[in-house]
């Protein structure tokens, strides 16, 4: 059974930072990409940053400087460090691992940017 567990979002002050975490299991973590999108009210999903098996990462323009996401194979583990955060980051964050036609989302973790 695949699963995909977020924790880490909260609420957040604007220019704060927050770090959310992807602790995978049943999936052979390491050839997986890894992925974080976000749904924001009355929005689409939308992808916030991906990092492949071999560690090339890809963010979306608005969160590029501020967010940078990683992983850890040997954890099983992908995470997303977000600073300088703003009130348009509010959205539910979801995780998303892909590998050949295989595709798993995580049940979403809530961000929340306000003073």
């Known amino acids: 059974q695949v699963q995909l567990v977020e924790s880490g979002g909260g609420l957040g002050q604007p220019g704060g930072s927050l770090r959310l975490s992807c602790a995978a299991s049943?999936?052979?973590?390491?050839?997986?990409?890894m992925g974080w999108y976000r749904q924001a009210p009355g929005k689409e999903r939308e992808s916030v940053a991906t990092?492949?098996?071999?560690?090339?990462?890809k963010y979306e323009d608005s969160v590029k400087g501020r967010f940078t996401i990683s992983r850890d194979n040997a954890k099983n583990t992908a995470y997303l460090q977000m600073n300088n955060l703003k009130a348009e980051d509010t959205a539910v964050y979801y995780c998303?691992?892909?590998?050949?036609?295989?595709?798993?989302w995580g049940q979403g973790t809530q961000v929340t940017v306000s003073s």
């Open positions: 990092i492949t098996s071999g560690g090339i990462t």
């Open positions: 998303h691992a892909y590998h050949s036609l295989n595709s798993y």
């Open positions: 049943g999936i052979f973590f390491s050839i997986y990409e």
